[in-house]
C-alpha cells in the first residue's frame, strides 16, 4: 500500500482503519472498502504490476573486516498488487450529509419517556459500532452525529424526534426567562439544567442540543449560542414538527411561534420570507423521503432495485448484436 504523506504520520503510530458499509445499507450497490484516519476517508484502488516489486527497509551493516557500519537498504518481502489510496474528491459537507443518510437508518427515534431506555429489548447498537460500519471517518461521522443531535443512552442510539427537541427547547427558553438567565450572552451550562429538571428530558438529549445549539463541546462547563444557527434551526424544527399535520400549514401562526420561541433581543432575526422558504424545502424533503420509502418497499417485495427506464435500450442492443 503506498502511503501518502497526509497519512504517514498515522502509518508511524497513529490508527489507520478499513471500513464498509453494514450489508444492505446501499440497496444493491456494492460495497467499498475506504481506508480512514481519524479525520480523513480515502478511497482504496488494486493496482497489478508485471515487474517485480520488492518492500525495502533500511539498516545497518557491519563489515567484519574493518569492523565499520554503513546504512544501506535490504529487501524483506515481494509483492505482486499494491493499494493505492485517494482522498476522496467529495467536500467535507457532502460527506457529512452521506454519513448522516447512513446514521439516520440506523438510530432509533426518541418521542419521548414512554420509550423506556430501560427495556433490554430495546437495545441496540452503541455509538461507536454503528460507527464501525459507517465508510468514513471517525471524525466525519461524529460530524454527522452531532448534526442529528443525536445521543446515547443506556447501549442504544437515539435520534430526538423534532417535536421533542422544540419541546425542550421551548422549556429551556422558558426557564432560562424566568431564572434571569441572559440566553444572548455567555452562560453556564448547570444553570440551564437547573431550569428544565421538572422537564423529565433525558440528559443526554439536552446535552446533545445545547452542544449543537452553540457549537461547542458536550462536556462544555459554559457556552455561548451560536445566533445564526439557534435561530435558523428553531424555525425549521417549528417546520419539521407542524408539516407532518393533516391540512394546510398557516405560514402566520407559524412565524409567530417562531418569533416566541427566541430570545426577545433577537426575535427581528425572524422574517415571513424566510419562514416561507423552510415550508417549501421541508415539502421537497417529505416528497423524497416518500419517494425513497416507496422504493425501499418495492426492492423489499421483488427482492432487487427496479429497471431502470433506460435498460430496455440496452437490452435491445445486445439481440441486435
Same mark, same amino acid.
Given at each position: 500500500?503506498?502511503?501518502t504523506?497526509?497519512?504517514?504520520?498515522?502509518?508511524?503510530?497513529?490508527r489507520l482503519?478499513l471500513?464498509s458499509?453494514?450489508?444492505?445499507a446501499t440497496?444493491d450497490q456494492p460495497?467499498?472498502v475506504?481506508l480512514?484516519?481519524?479525520t480523513?476517508?480515502?478511497?482504496?484502488?488494486?493496482?497489478?504490476?508485471s515487474?517485480?516489486?520488492f518492500?525495502?527497509r533500511?539498516?545497518?551493516?557491519?563489515?567484519?573486516?574493518?569492523?565499520?557500519?554503513s546504512?544501506?537498504?535490504?529487501?524483506?518481502a515481494?509483492?505482486g498488487s499494491?493499494l493505492?489510496i485517494?482522498p476522496? =474528491?467529495?467536500?467535507?459537507?457532502?460527506?457529512v *450529509? %452521506?454519513a448522516?443518510?447512513?446514521l439516520?437508518?440506523? $438510530?432509533r427515534?426518541y !418521542?419521548?419517556p414512554?420509550d423506556?431506555p430501560?427495556?433490554?429489548s430495546?437495545?441496540?447498537?452503541?455509538?461507536?459500532?454503528?460507527?464501525a460500519d459507517i465508510p468514513?471517518?471517525?471524525?466525519?461521522c461524529?460530524?454527522a452525529w452531532?448534526?442529528l443531535?443525536?445521543?446515547e443512552?443506556?447501549?442504544t442510539?437515539w435520534?430526538p424526534?423534532?417535536?421533542q427537541l422544540l419541546?425542550?427547547?421551548?422549556?429551556?427558553?422558558?426557564?432560562a426567562?424566568?431564572?434571569?438567565i441572559n440566553?444572548?450572552?455567555d452562560f453556564?451550562?448547570?444553570s440551564?439544567?437547573?431550569a428544565i429538571?421538572?422537564?423529565n428530558?433525558?440528559?443526554e438529549m439536552? =446535552?446533545?442540543?445545547m452542544?449543537?445549539?452553540? *457549537? %461547542?463541546d458536550?462536556?462544555a462547563?459554559?457556552?455561548? $449560542?451560536?445566533?445564526? !444557527?439557534m435561530i435558523?434551526w428553531?424555525?425549521?424544527t417549528?417546520?419539521?414538527?407542524n408539516i407532518?399535520?393533516?391540512?394546510?400549514i398557516?405560514v402566520?401562526?407559524l412565524?409567530?411561534?417562531?418569533?416566541?420561541?427566541?430570545?426577545?433581543?433577537?426575535r427581528?432575526d425572524?422574517s415571513l420570507?424566510?419562514?416561507?422558504?423552510?415550508?417549501a424545502?421541508s415539502?421537497?424533503?417529505?416528497?423524497?423521503?416518500?419517494?425513497l420509502?416507496m422504493e425501499?418497499e418495492v426492492?423489499?417485495?421483488?427482492?432487487?432495485?427496479?429497471a431502470?427506464g433506460?435498460d430496455w435500450?440496452?437490452r435491445?442492443k445486445?439481440?441486435?448484436?
Amino acid at each position: 500500500m503506498f502511503i501518502t504523506t497526509s497519512t504517514c504520520d498515522y502509518a508511524n503510530g497513529g490508527r489507520l482503519e478499513l471500513k464498509s458499509s453494514r450489508p444492505g445499507a446501499t440497496g444493491d450497490q456494492p460495497a467499498h472498502v475506504v481506508l480512514c484516519t481519524p479525520t480523513q476517508t480515502y478511497d482504496l484502488r488494486q493496482v497489478q504490476t508485471s515487474n517485480t516489486v520488492f518492500i525495502l527497509r533500511t539498516e545497518e551493516f557491519q563489515d567484519a573486516e574493518t569492523a565499520t557500519s554503513s546504512t544501506g537498504v535490504c529487501a524483506f518481502a515481494k509483492c505482486g498488487s499494491m493499494l493505492e489510496i485517494h482522498p476522496q =474528491v467529495r467536500d467535507e459537507k457532502s460527506k457529512v *450529509k %452521506t454519513a448522516k443518510q447512513i446514521l439516520n437508518g440506523l $438510530l432509533r427515534v426518541y !418521542r419521548g419517556p414512554e420509550d423506556d431506555p430501560t427495556d433490554t429489548s430495546s437495545q441496540g447498537f452503541t455509538k461507536m459500532s454503528l460507527f464501525a460500519d459507517i465508510p468514513y471517518s471517525i471524525g466525519e461521522c461524529e460530524a454527522a452525529w452531532q448534526d442529528l443531535m443525536a445521543f446515547e443512552m443506556s447501549k442504544t442510539c437515539w435520534q430526538p424526534h423534532p417535536e421533542q427537541l422544540l419541546q425542550l427547547w421551548q422549556t429551556i427558553l422558558e426557564g432560562a426567562t424566568a431564572d434571569g438567565i441572559n440566553l444572548t450572552r455567555d452562560f453556564a451550562m448547570e444553570s440551564l439544567r437547573l431550569a428544565i429538571e421538572e422537564l423529565n428530558a433525558p440528559e443526554e438529549m439536552f =446535552v446533545a442540543l445545547m452542544s449543537y445549539l452553540c *457549537k %461547542t463541546d458536550r462536556n462544555a462547563v459554559s457556552a455561548t $449560542l451560536d445566533r445564526a !444557527r439557534m435561530i435558523e434551526w428553531v424555525g425549521r424544527t417549528i417546520v419539521a414538527v407542524n408539516i407532518e399535520q393533516p391540512g394546510s400549514i398557516d405560514v402566520e401562526a407559524l412565524y409567530a411561534t417562531w418569533r416566541n420561541s427566541l430570545p426577545e433581543n433577537w426575535r427581528n432575526d425572524a422574517s415571513l420570507e424566510t419562514l416561507s422558504q423552510f415550508c417549501a424545502d421541508s415539502k421537497v424533503e417529505k416528497v423524497k423521503a416518500a419517494t425513497l420509502k416507496m422504493e425501499a418497499e418495492v426492492v423489499s417485495a421483488l427482492g432487487k432495485r427496479p429497471a431502470k427506464g433506460r435498460d430496455w435500450h440496452e437490452r435491445l442492443k445486445k439481440t441486435r448484436k
